[in-house]
């Protein structure tokens, strides 16, 4: 049976707590939310802080709302909250649908319940050779991820690749959302797409200290996106590969878009190529062809989740292919 180590738990009451607690702490301290990463984490001894300071009893961690208070402006999603709220939220059913579909393709019902919209965003990376127990990896060795020197998927590579395998940080990432980060030395907003990294070890520039507060959608104005999920059992598992696709219609035709694969690399990754496919177009089959193409061409999947690498290249194009035809559908 795995157990958590023993460590010292603090619930705060508001963010300057928080961050005042954590600054006490120093590097042996953690947040957490819905705990629903950092506890399986913890007993597997991948992450073994010694003070974990919990954001939920944090009531503005918790809000849905509108920006500035206005009917018009866009939605405000507070990181702690849960993802089964997020999902069954109506503003976010109704401004951002996706949003809502990401959020409710996560895991089981018990975690949604449990995980958090900051959880999920800034969800651990993960790979055959480093989620297994302490004793497993200790009987290979441990990959550099965590006690070793080597990375297990490509023994010859200087980098971690272990694979982004949230369901809603491509989303936001297509969307264009922007994230509040809060630390000691005040508060920054920040581009979803900037606060990825493509290392496995090192997947957010978002500092240790730092609280992802709050995330920023932005207002409806033309646009529509979908996400679409392959996993081997549709009620359970990490993506496999994950597709969101956004565009912006202007008079009937594509404007702006954007393609963004998640668990094929160790961040959210957006192919612009693919995007700049579609602009001009009224998503007729040759510019999905050719959007799905681009998709599947930096696609490179390795022997870190699920399936044959083959079949899951294939597969880029095929739901890339699907989420457009969807979109286009929706037009109609």
């Known amino acids: 049976m795995l157990r958590l180590p023993s460590f010292k738990y603090l619930q705060p009451a508001t963010l300057q707590e928080a961050l005042a607690m954590k600054t006490d702490a120093g590097p042996e301290g953690s947040y957490v939310a819905g705990g629903t990463d950092l506890y399986p984490n913890m007993k597997r001894r991948q992450q073994e802080p010694r003070v974990v300071i919990s954001l939920m009893a944090i009531p503005e961690l918790r809000a849905v709302g509108r920006s500035g208070g206005t009917a018009d402006g866009g939605l405000v999603l507070g990181s702690c909250v849960t993802l089964s709220d997020l999902s069954a939220s109506p503003p976010v059913r109704q401004s951002a649908p996706v949003v809502a579909v990401a959020a409710a393709l996560v895991s089981t019902p018990l ?3 449990m995980g958090t919209l900051g959880g999920n965003l ?39 690749w272990a694979v982004s395998s949230s369901d809603v940080a491509p989303v936001m990432v297509a969307l264009g959302a922007e994230y509040l980060l809060a630390g000691p030395g005040g508060e920054r907003v920040v581009p979803a ?42 009620s359970f598992d990490f993506p496999v590969l994950g597709v969101a696709a956004w565009v912006r219609w202007e008079l009937g035709t594509v404007a702006e878009a954007r393609i963004v694969l998640g668990g094929v690399a160790s961040w959210p990754q957006e192919v612009p190529e693919a995007g700049a496919a579609l602009v001009g177009t009224d998503l007729s089959d040759e510019a999905i062809a050719a959007a799905a193409d681009a998709a ?9 989740t ?14 890339v292919t699907r989420a457009l035809a969807e979109l286009r559908q929706r037009r109609a």
Not at 202 to 207: E, G, I, P, R, V
Not at 296 to 304: F, I, Q, S
Not at 307 to 315: D, G, I, N, P, V
């Open 111 to 113: 975690l949604r319940n």
């Open 306 to 319: 699920d399936f044959e690498l083959s079949w899951r290249k294939q597969m880029t194009r095929v739901y």
């Open 193 to 234: 797409a900037r606060v990825y990294h493509n290392d496995g070890i090192n997947y957010l520039t978002k500092q240790p200290d730092e609280i992802l507060a709050e995330v920023r959608l932005p207002t409806p104005n033309g646009w529509d996106a979908v996400y679409h999920k392959l996993r081997r059992r549709d």
């Open 122 to 160: 800034c969800l651990d990376t993960r790979c055959n050779y480093y989620d297994q127990s302490y004793e497993w990896r200790k009987a290979i060795d441990f990959c550099m991820k965590k006690d070793g020197h080597i990375c297990w998927v490509a023994p010859s590579s200087p980098r971690c």
């Open 296 to 304: 599947y061409r930096p696609a490179k999947p390795l022997d870190n």
